[in-house]
């Protein structure tokens, strides 16, 4: 018995690896269900009493606020939508994507939880490219739509993403600690799907917590989620 | 010193190794190739009861960790460094260390499954190789312990270097996190 004790002791961990694998194997993906919004127009579930997220953000001091800037040569016959939101479903994935297009620059967010890319690319003639870290975005901008397809590492998805307003769409928070950087990304959809992710540095981060739209606490740090209007200055600018 | 050795030294004790050493490098190698080809999913199942895994693996190391401290000085004891009566210093040993190896298994599952080896940051890449190795060197031990007519070296190097490896992955991980996200469930 005890001379075997190193050998049942190695093969406890293996068992345990196993139900481990079997476990995350079979895990349900990350997208979070609330209560669906209403059809109704003007049903805004974020607009909590204590938490306005529009008076809150623009209360808030912040550099990414300073507007247009940046005099982006727009062409008078493009057709492309000066200002636009996307978010929908990926198909087979299940996660979610979300495309915000300002005056021909676009950013844009891929999540389902597990796995997440910031985006960024170009606008022109009802065509969208975006491009991030393993992976390339292309869509057709048709009928208030965003349809096309996400290439990430070796794997393809089809995605229809339609238009969205707000409180629905892309959502970014980015918060400095001490040695590195916090970024949280959350998508919402109309019928109350969300999801999200926040990354601390480049290497570590799990599935963001249901998203509310209001400051979302991770280990004690507070996130406030921006929408694109807000963030995408500062997220195009190059990176110092 | 000598009267503390379970078998004579000779040449011959140190092929009594080959099998355990080859075993644990294997594995070492096996986790590191596992770690670079499999593509991470961002998620693994963990256990619950954290506010999320990035705390579960902070806290399981954490634990490991100290219980590790506990296997030094029972080692001490054992080999007759430290001064006490009885057998329990062997009880504590082999319990200590098979909750340490067990609070690390869902860590190093979660880094291998949902992560990967990286080697684009220093901290993580000395976190990866410190944990592929780790899991050889714990395997050459436990395939080492039961065998007889070991080199008397043989436990205390394992032993020296688990400790070793193991805090090294505590400062890689959990105290990098402490230091930069704070003490945090």
């Known amino acids: 018995m005890s001379r075997l004790g190193p050998i049942y002791t190695l093969a406890v961990g293996v068992v345990m690896t196993a139900g481990l694998t079997v476990a995350s194997a079979t895990a349900s993906p990350q997208i979070q269900e609330t209560a669906a919004v209403p059809a109704a127009a003007g049903a805004d579930p974020l607009a909590t009493p204590e938490e306005t997220p529009e008076a809150e953000e623009a209360a808030t001091p912040d550099a990414t606020q300073e507007p247009e800037e940046v005099a982006a040569p727009e ?16 198909d087979q994935n299940g996660g979610l994507i979300a495309i915000s297009i300002r005056k021909g620059k676009v950013v844009g967010y891929f999540c389902d939880g597990k796995i997440e ?89 799990e599935p963001a917590a249901a998203f509310d739209g209001g400051v979302q606490e991770w280990y004690g740090i507070p996130l406030t989620p921006q929408d694109p209007d807000q963030f995408i200055d500062a997220f195009l600018a190059p990176a110092s | 010193m000598s009267h503390t050795q379970v078998a004579p030294q000779n040449r011959g004790a140190v092929a009594v190794l080959v099998i355990p050493v080859l075993a644990g490098g294997l594995v070492a190698a096996a986790l590191g190739v596992y770690g670079e080809l499999h593509p991470p999913t961002g998620f693994a199942y963990g256990l619950a009861g954290f506010s999320g895994p990035l705390a579960m693996k902070v806290w399981l190391t954490t634990l490991a960790a100290l219980l590790a401290i506990v296997q030094v000085i029972s080692a001490f004891a054992i080999w007759g460094k430290i001064p006490v009566q009885g057998s329990w210093p062997g009880v504590v040993h082999r319990w200590s260390g098979r909750l340490a190896f067990l609070a690390t298994v869902p860590v190093a599952f979660h880094c291998l499954y949902s992560v990967g080896a990286r080697y684009d940051d220093p901290r993580v890449m000395f976190h990866s190789i410190l944990g592929c190795v780790f899991y050889g060197v714990f395997v050459t031990k436990m395939l080492s312990l039961p065998k007889r007519g070991l080199p008397g070296w043989t436990l205390p190097v394992a032993g020296g270097l688990l400790f070793t490896l193991l805090i090294g992955l505590w400062l890689t991980s959990s105290f990098w996190f402490f230091t930069t996200i704070g003490v945090q469930f």
């Open chain 1, 75 to 90: 062409q008078e016959e493009d057709p492309t939508p000066k200002k636009a939101d996307y978010a929908g479903v990926v």
């Open chain 1, 117 to 205: 890319a910031w985006l960024r690319g170009t606008a022109a003639d009802n065509t969208i490219t975006l491009e991030g870290k393993d992976t390339l975005v292309t869509a057709a901008l048709r009928g208030g739509k965003a349809q096309g397809r996400i290439e990430w590492k070796n794997k393809s998805w089809r995605f229809s993403a339609a238009t969205v307003k707000k409180p629905s769409g892309l959502y970014r928070a980015t918060a400095q600690v001490r040695g590195a950087r916090v970024v949280g990304g959350w998508i919402k959809l109309p019928n109350g799907q969300s999801v999200g992710r926040i990354m601390l540095g480049e290497n570590s981060g």
